[in-house]
């Protein structure tokens, strides 16, 4: 599995608390940034990641901000995207089984970085049910423009 993740400057610490369960997971990820603590705009930062999920470069994405919802708003503009903003671990799975979400919105001024570690991991160890929940996929497909 191979993850994009990216967060605003809002995100950046628990990105890096992220990266770092990953790297204790042995999962390969690419990070976009940003590097610093410096007002960014949010959409600047999914694009890359977004983009990388949708062309199949990466396999699932993670993006985080204060919130969640910038970073999950931007991101569902994007065809082939199904960007969850979870904060519990219910969501997580469900999101996971259900709505076969390829990215994971987080925010970082929400939860704290226990909770977002677990929060990860469960999405990222969950699969896709298939079944009658495919159809309810594709319809979301068909919706897209």
């Not at 790297?23 to 410096?38: I, K, R, T, W």
């Not at 199904?82 to 089984?97: I, N, Q």
């Amino acid at each position: 599995m191979r993850i994009a993740i990216s967060s605003d400057h809002g995100g950046n610490n628990l990105r890096r608390e992220i990266m770092q369960l990953l790297d204790e997971l042995n999962v390969s990820y690419e990070d976009f940034g940003p590097q610093s603590a410096d007002s960014v705009d949010y959409p600047d930062y999914a694009k890359p990641v977004t983009e990388g999920v949708a062309s199949g470069e990466f396999d699932k994405g993670i993006l985080i901000c204060g919130t969640g919802i910038g970073m999950s708003i931007a991101a569902n503009k994007v065809k082939g995207i199904r960007c969850a903003l979870v904060h519990d671990l219910f969501s997580a799975k469900a999101t996971r089984c259900h709505n076969d979400s390829n990215i994971l919105a987080m925010g970082e001024r929400v939860i704290g970085p226990g909770l977002a570690r677990e929060i990860a991991k469960v999405w990222l160890e969950t699969d896709f049910e298939g079944g009658r929940h495919t159809r309810r996929i594709e319809k979301i497909t068909e919706l897209e423009q």
